[in-house]
């Protein structure tokens, strides 16, 4: 639970945080066994943006999707600014005699920059219209197997709007400048003569424009080979083992304290409801925790273990932990590797026990067994042990792609609570029994509802959605810029065509073959697809490298992901570089010839 509060004036941090510690103690003395394991964080307002836990993933992920809008408008803009020198460089003939006739040299680049501001806006308007219907549709959006409402809301508030109309404004300007200058200094008595050199060839504007061009396909091959690692980090992902059949087992998780039950009377209503699920016909065995493996929710108390801490003066480490019941470890079929299991009679009045997983086995104790030592919790005081009488085999705790995770189970005998997540297993699909069970469940009680009622397959699918999320947005991004990059090259391919049509037609009526006019026509794209590929794949191998740690079981150099985007990128090229080219085949000397 989040609670927002305002300081009154004067009031330190401190002095909030000091007293919320006094009213956590008090809660964990009046009322023990609800609030014993539970903290009161006091954090400054600018600390959370949705949930503590979560801020730490939105931030890092915000920043990777404005770097790639960021992207997909440089890539845009160099293409408007590849038009605007093309445009410039027919056009110089009418500024050269505008100049001749005494026009001054910053009128004209002001109107220059004004065509590509107005360019820019109308641009940007239409971007807003496009920002104003997507929040409309991502506000009705609602994350699949979350069984409650979820509200979001994307305003475009004032911000919003002055931000989009200072990048808008200030992409026209920065890129139709270097097509103002050079349209504004031409040669005049070249220019007048009709002499010119010809845009298409050697020059400031066709190297500009090849930059603009190259820049492009670099970062097109970037993009695409990113989105291919990111792919292919997701289908390993997918098929990763859990530990567990998670197609076979389902969860529903409720919290009878909400609706006024009492910490035993709550208790004693999820006993009856594992009752009234596991007479559902389809359901083998149920089970109650107080946290199912990849739920959406986690706990981590600190512990202190034999070996690792000799006094309540070092620092606890945190770890997760679980309450679970005697058929926990059988449902999931989870084996137990040392020692047992939880059992029924691991009750308040039997000896505090506790299994842990194989992986906190081996991280605290890797030269002897686990099973005999002992682990304190913080809150319970130095006097307080805890037996490990099990260890159970590592499964997926949290995400699907994390390392095999420390976990602590305790018993839930132990404690009197009504919150808890009741997991039944199926033969089949569990997802088919789904609404049975929470039908039987709300026969008990119609006031009940569910904080999550799905199966443990549908929340391995949500812990990978922030993979799949940026797989498909690195993708889309990947493929716009590629579309852009290709719509320059054509440009830049069309136009050096167009304005070489002179040389080609003599060339032609000499007797050169189609052969060598299709290579001369297409040797200049060619070139700067394969300099933009050579840049981009460099610049894959920094990207890759800084997406590592998104990624599972998938080599970041993963010659599959980079041949593929190869590939796409050649082929996209081939196509915007070969039609100006084979256009070039069918111009007739003689019509040619005699235009000039």
């Known amino acids: 639970m989040i609670l927002t509060g305002r300081m009154q004036p004067g009031v330190e941090l401190a002095d909030v945080r000091a007293e919320m510690e006094v009213l956590g103690s008090a809660l964990a003395t009046e009322y023990p066994q609800t609030n014993e394991d539970r903290e009161i964080r006091v954090l400054p307002a600018g600390q959370v943006r949705i949930h503590p836990a979560v801020d730490d993933v939105l931030t890092p992920v915000s920043g990777v999707l404005v770097a790639l809008v960021g992207l997909v408008l440089l890539v845009a803009c160099a293409n408007l600014a590849g038009m605007f020198l093309a445009r410039?460089?027919?056009?110089?003939?009418?500024?050269?005699?505008?100049?001749?006739?005494?026009?001054?040299?910053?009128?004209?680049?002001?109107?220059?920059?004004?065509?590509?501001?107005?360019?820019?806006?109308?641009?940007?308007?239409?971007?807003?219209?496009?920002?104003?219907?997507?929040?409309?549709?991502?506000?009705?959006?609602?994350?699949?197997?979350?069984?409650?409402?979820?509200?979001?809301?994307?305003?475009?508030?004032?911000?919003?709007?002055?931000?989009?109309?200072?990048?808008?404004?200030?992409?026209?300007?920065?890129?139709?400048?270097?097509?103002?200058?050079?349209?504004?200094?031409?040669?005049?008595?070249?220019?007048?003569?009709?002499?010119?050199?010809?845009?298409?060839?050697?020059?400031?504007?066709?190297?500009?424009?090849?930059?603009?061009?190259?820049?492009?396909?670099?970062?097109?091959?970037?993009?695409?080979?990113?989105?291919?690692v990111l792919i292919r980090g997701l289908r390993a992902a997918q098929d990763v083992d859990l530990g567990f059949p998670a197609r076979e087992i389902g969860i529903v998780t409720l919290d009878p304290g909400m609706y006024g039950y009492e910490p035993e009377e709550g208790a004693d209503f999820l006993e009856r409801i594992l009752q009234q699920v596991q007479a559902l016909p389809g359901v083998e065995r149920t089970s109650l925790t107080a946290r199912a493996p990849l739920a959406i929710n986690f706990w981590t108390r600190d512990l202190y273990l034999q070996g690792r801490h000799g006094s309540p003066a070092d620092e606890a480490d945190l770890l997760d932990v679980t309450y679970v019941d005697e058929h926990y470890f059988d449902?999931?079929?989870?084996?137990?590797?040392?020692?047992?299991?939880?059992?029924?009679?691991?009750?308040?009045?039997?000896?505090?026990?506790?299994?842990?997983?194989?992986?906190?086995?081996?991280?605290?104790?890797?030269?002897?067994?686990?099973?005999?030592?002992?682990?304190?919790?913080?809150?319970?005081?130095?006097?307080?042990?805890?037996?490990?009488?099990?260890?159970?085999?590592?499964?997926?705790?949290?995400?699907?792609?994390?390392?095999?995770?420390?976990?602590?189970?305790?018993?839930?005998?132990?404690?009197?609570?009504?919150?808890?997540?009741?997991?039944?297993?199926?033969?089949?699909?569990?997802?088919?029994?789904?609404?049975?069970?929470?039908?039987?469940?709300?026969?008990?009680?119609?006031?009940?509802?569910?904080?999550?009622?799905?199966?443990?397959?549908?929340?391995?699918?949500?812990?990978?959605?922030?993979?799949?999320?940026?797989?498909?947005?690195?993708?889309?991004?990947?493929?716009?810029?590629?579309?852009?990059?290709?719509?320059?090259?054509?440009?830049?391919?069309?136009?050096?065509?167009?304005?070489?049509?002179?040389?080609?037609?003599?060339?032609?009526?000499?007797?050169?073959?189609?052969?060598e006019i299709l290579r001369e026509a297409a040797r200049k794209g060619c070139s700067l697809t394969l300099a933009g590929v050579a840049i981009g794949l460099v610049g894959a191998v920094g990207l890759s490298s800084g997406i590592s740690s998104a990624l599972f079981a998938v080599d970041p150099l993963d010659p599959m992901a980079y041949l593929g985007a190869l590939l796409v990128i050649l082929l996209v090229a081939m196509a915007a570089n070969g039609a100006p080219a084979f256009r070039a085949l069918r111009l007739d000397p003689m019509i040619v010839l005699r235009e000039e």
């Open 331 to 515: 449902l999931l079929d989870i084996p137990i590797v040392a020692g047992r299991g939880i059992r029924s009679s691991d009750d308040r009045d039997a000896p505090r026990v506790a299994v842990v997983s194989a992986a906190l086995a081996r991280r605290y104790w890797p030269d002897g067994s686990a099973v005999g030592r002992w682990i304190r919790r913080d809150s319970e005081g130095w006097d307080v042990r805890y037996e490990i009488v099990g260890v159970a085999a590592d499964y997926k705790v949290r995400s699907v792609t994390e390392q095999p995770r420390p976990m602590v189970h305790f018993s839930r005998y132990r404690r009197a609570s009504g919150y808890g997540s009741v997991l039944f297993r199926t033969a089949g699909n569990a997802e088919r029994v789904l609404p049975e069970v929470t039908r039987a469940i709300q026969t008990l009680d119609p006031r009940i509802a569910f904080f999550e009622a799905s199966t443990l397959d549908a929340s391995s699918r949500i812990t990978l959605a922030p993979l799949d999320m940026a797989a498909s947005l690195v993708s889309v991004f990947g493929l716009l810029t590629l579309v852009l990059a290709a719509i320059g090259l054509y440009g830049i391919m069309a136009y050096s065509v167009a304005v070489r049509r002179k040389e080609i037609g003599v060339r032609m009526a000499l007797g050169a073959s189609s052969g």
């Open 88 to 228: 410039a460089t027919r056009r110089s003939r009418e500024i050269a005699i505008r100049q001749s006739l005494g026009a001054d040299r910053t009128r004209i680049v002001r109107q220059l920059l004004t065509e590509s501001t107005v360019l820019s806006l109308l641009g940007g308007f239409l971007g807003v219209f496009l920002a104003w219907w997507l929040t409309h549709l991502l506000s009705g959006f609602t994350p699949p197997q979350v069984a409650f409402e979820i509200s979001l809301s994307f305003p475009l508030d004032g911000r919003v709007l002055l931000f989009a109309l200072a990048t808008t404004v200030l992409s026209g300007l920065l890129f139709g400048l270097a097509p103002a200058l050079q349209t504004s200094s031409p040669d005049l008595v070249c220019h007048l003569k009709g002499s010119a050199a010809e845009g298409g060839g050697p020059g400031p504007g066709s190297r500009l424009r090849s930059t603009l061009v190259l820049a492009q396909l670099a970062v097109s091959m970037m993009l695409l080979v990113g989105a291919g």
